[in-house]
């Protein structure tokens, strides 16, 4: 889009080399501080998680990047381009077309058919054809192993197809960026292992850089190039996954991974 | 009155009567459609992120709802001509009960929409959906599946509020009565045939209503 050259550079240009930059970033809910000065940048293509106990902000900040609230004070780059403090509506939507989301209770859209849940935002955002639309669809619900499903709605579906299907909708917008939300917490036990196998699969077979908030401890180790380990909105420790799941530093993280695992 | 039922007066009034019906249902028809769509702009109104639109539009709306029809009525026949406006009975009728309506239905919309979970919006906003995609694909009909049997009582009380009309002397079904009645001066007959005729629509429409939520609202 020819409006793209027009939005100013930012004054700080974040690193090349780093797709998501958060500097001194404060989230407040009333008294209640969520996030309390957090750095912290990712590097494309990487596998980042998220882990600490719940109310320490790791969901705040995957609705931040997605835009669903905004931050008190502080600054996040995405891809060099400032998405807070807000540089307008327009290049807001700018910055979240290369972002996805799945979310925890999986927000289809029930009045939609499979298909049309995955086509609609392809087709009325990036103005692809409907027929482009549905052969991306179609090759999706076959990678999640939906392939048969398209014309069933949503409320026909186990809940661990339905988080398959969110995460075919997600990825049919080719984001650059894919944020999970705790996506198997809502899910019965037995249904976990398949979503988990797919975002596993996706993890290896492309380039996309995926921030992950889950309490699923193995998963997070097979997947992550990076885990962060929060507590009452800080990063109190990160590596890779080996050093925090092997020989965590922080008293915190010990005690945490203790209870969890 | 002596109280024997004529049945010959019954027949006399049937044409009158049909004129009635047919008009009544006009207005029925499109009062509701009125009622319909200005009520989902007051709820649009009602949503808004501005305090600059939401308050006059809460004003309004309140100042329409909590007023009687008939005031309305009046006020839109006999004063608005004063200042030059001036329609006939038949379309004032239409417009001051499908302005009525449309604050009942406003409130209706508004609760359809908000009981729309959360989660609906924000799957929208990953989405990247413009505005008017979140609401006429997303929003509304989820929104509309659930008011349905609501917007669908509103028509039922529109139907039971066009005698008022006769008040402007509209020729719905009351008013044909009334006119028969002061040429034969027999009152029995027409506004027993009017009173049938009202639960002859109203029930099965409600029947039908009924049939439609356990339809819909599952």
Same mark, same amino acid.
């Given at each position: 889009?020819?409006?793209?050259?027009?939005?100013?550079?930012?004054?700080?240009?974040?690193?090349?080399?780093?797709?998501?930059?958060?500097?001194?970033?404060?989230?407040?809910?009333?008294?209640?501080?969520?996030?309390?000065?957090?750095?912290?940048?990712?590097?494309?293509?990487?596998?980042?998680?998220?882990?600490?106990?719940?109310?320490?902000?790791?969901?705040?900040?995957?609705?931040?990047?997605?835009?669903?609230?905004?931050?008190?004070?502080?600054?996040?780059?995405?891809?060099?381009?400032?998405?807070?403090?807000?540089?307008?509506?327009?290049?807001?939507?700018?910055?979240?077309?290369?972002?996805?989301?799945?979310?925890?209770?999986?927000?289809?859209?029930?009045?939609?058919?499979?298909?049309?849940?995955?086509?609609?935002?392809?087709?009325?955002?990036?103005?692809?054809?409907?027929?482009?639309?549905?052969?991306?669809?179609?090759?999706?619900?076959?990678?999640?192993?939906?392939?048969?499903?398209?014309?069933?709605?949503?409320?026909?579906?186990?809940?661990?197809?339905?988080?398959?299907?969110?995460?075919?909708?997600?990825?049919?917008?080719?984001?650059?960026?894919?944020?999970?939300?705790?996506?198997?917490?809502?899910?019965?036990?037995?249904?976990?292992?398949?979503?988990?196998?797919?975002?596993?699969?996706?993890?290896?077979?492309?380039?996309?850089?995926?921030?992950?908030?889950?309490?699923?401890?193995?998963?997070?180790?097979?997947?992550?190039?990076?885990?962060?380990?929060?507590?009452?909105?800080?990063?109190?420790?990160?590596?890779?996954?080996?050093?925090?799941?092997?020989?965590?530093?922080?008293?915190?993280?010990?005690?945490?991974?203790?209870?969890?695992? | 009155m002596n109280g024997n039922w004529d049945w010959s007066a019954v027949a006399d009034f049937m044409p009158r009567f049909w004129d009635g019906v047919l008009l009544t249902l006009? *207005?029925?028809?499109?009062?509701?459609?009125?009622?319909?769509?200005?009520? $989902? !702009?007051?709820? @649009?109104? %009602?949503?808004?992120?501005?305090?600059?639109?939401?308050?006059? *539009?809460?004003?309004?709306?309140?100042?329409?709802?909590?007023?009687?029809? $008939? !005031?309305?009525? @009046?006020? %839109?026949?006999?004063?608005?001509?004063?200042?030059?406006?001036?329609?006939?009975?038949?379309?004032?009728?239409?417009?001051?009960?499908?302005?009525?309506?449309?604050?009942?239905?406003?409130?209706?919309?508004?609760?359809?929409?908000?009981?729309?979970?959360?989660?609906?919006?924000?799957?929208?906003?990953?989405?990247?959906?413009?505005?008017?995609?979140?609401?006429?694909?997303?929003?509304?009909?989820?929104?509309?599946?659930?008011?349905?049997?609501?917007?669908?009582?509103?028509?039922?009380?529109?139907l039971k509020d066009t005698p008022l009309l006769a008040g402007?002397s509209v020729l719905e079904m009351l008013q044909q009565a009334r006119l028969e009645s002061a040429s034969t001066f027999q009152y029995t007959e027409p506004l027993t045939v009017v009173g049938v005729a009202f639960i002859l629509i109203a029930y099965p429409?409600?029947?039908?209503?009924?049939?439609?939520?356990?339809?819909?609202?599952?």
């Amino acid at each position: 889009m020819s409006a793209e050259n027009a939005i100013p550079a930012p004054e700080n240009p974040a690193a090349t080399d780093e797709l998501i930059r958060f500097d001194n970033v404060t989230k407040r809910f009333g008294k209640n501080t969520v996030l309390d000065n957090l750095c912290f940048s990712v590097k494309p293509g990487k596998h980042v998680t998220l882990i600490g106990p719940s109310g320490s902000g790791k969901t705040t900040i995957l609705r931040l990047l997605m835009t669903l609230m905004k931050p008190e004070e502080g600054t996040i780059h995405v891809n060099g381009q400032q998405l807070y403090p807000t540089q307008g509506e327009k290049q807001l939507r700018e910055i979240r077309k290369n972002i996805g989301m799945v979310f925890q209770q999986f927000n289809l859209f029930p009045n939609m058919t499979v298909l049309r849940n995955i086509t609609e935002a392809p087709v009325r955002v990036l103005g692809l054809s409907k027929d482009e639309a549905e052969q991306r669809a179609r090759d999706l619900l076959d990678l999640v192993g939906l392939g048969d499903r398209c014309d069933a709605k949503p409320t026909q579906l186990s809940g661990g197809q339905q988080q398959r299907v969110a995460i075919a909708r997600a990825l049919a917008m080719r984001p650059q960026v894919l944020l999970l939300d705790e996506v198997t917490s809502a899910l019965d036990p037995e249904l976990v292992a398949g979503v988990l196998d797919v975002l596993r699969d996706i993890a290896r077979t492309t380039d996309i850089t995926m921030l992950c908030v889950t309490h699923e401890m193995n998963f997070a180790r097979d997947i992550s190039d990076d885990v962060l380990m929060f507590d009452s909105g800080r990063v109190i420790e990160s590596g890779p996954p080996e050093k925090i799941f092997g020989d965590p530093e922080h008293e915190r993280t010990r005690e945490f991974l203790g209870a969890v695992l | 009155m002596n109280g024997n039922w004529d049945w010959s007066a019954v027949a006399d009034f049937m044409p009158r009567f049909w004129d009635g019906v047919l008009l009544t249902l006009q *207005v029925l028809a499109l009062g509701s459609l009125l009622s319909f769509s200005l009520g $989902l !702009v007051w709820a @649009f109104g %009602l949503r808004s992120a501005s305090r600059f639109v939401r308050w006059p *539009v809460n004003v309004v709306t309140e100042f329409i709802r909590n007023t009687p029809l $008939l !005031v309305q009525l @009046f006020f %839109l026949f006999f004063v608005l001509p004063e200042w030059g406006v001036q329609f006939s009975a038949l379309t004032t009728g239409t417009v001051a009960i499908g302005l009525h309506y449309s604050t009942y239905t406003a409130q209706v919309y508004k609760a359809g929409i908000d009981a729309v979970p959360v989660g609906q919006w924000e799957a929208a906003t990953a989405l990247s959906l413009p505005a008017h995609r979140t609401w006429f694909a997303v929003i509304l009909p989820q929104a509309i599946r659930r008011i349905v049997p609501a917007l669908g009582n509103y028509v039922v009380s529109m139907l039971k509020d066009t005698p008022l009309l006769a008040g402007i002397s509209v020729l719905e079904m009351l008013q044909q009565a009334r006119l028969e009645s002061a040429s034969t001066f027999q009152y029995t007959e027409p506004l027993t045939v009017v009173g049938v005729a009202f639960i002859l629509i109203a029930y099965p429409a409600s029947l039908l209503l009924r049939a439609l939520e356990r339809r819909l609202v599952r």
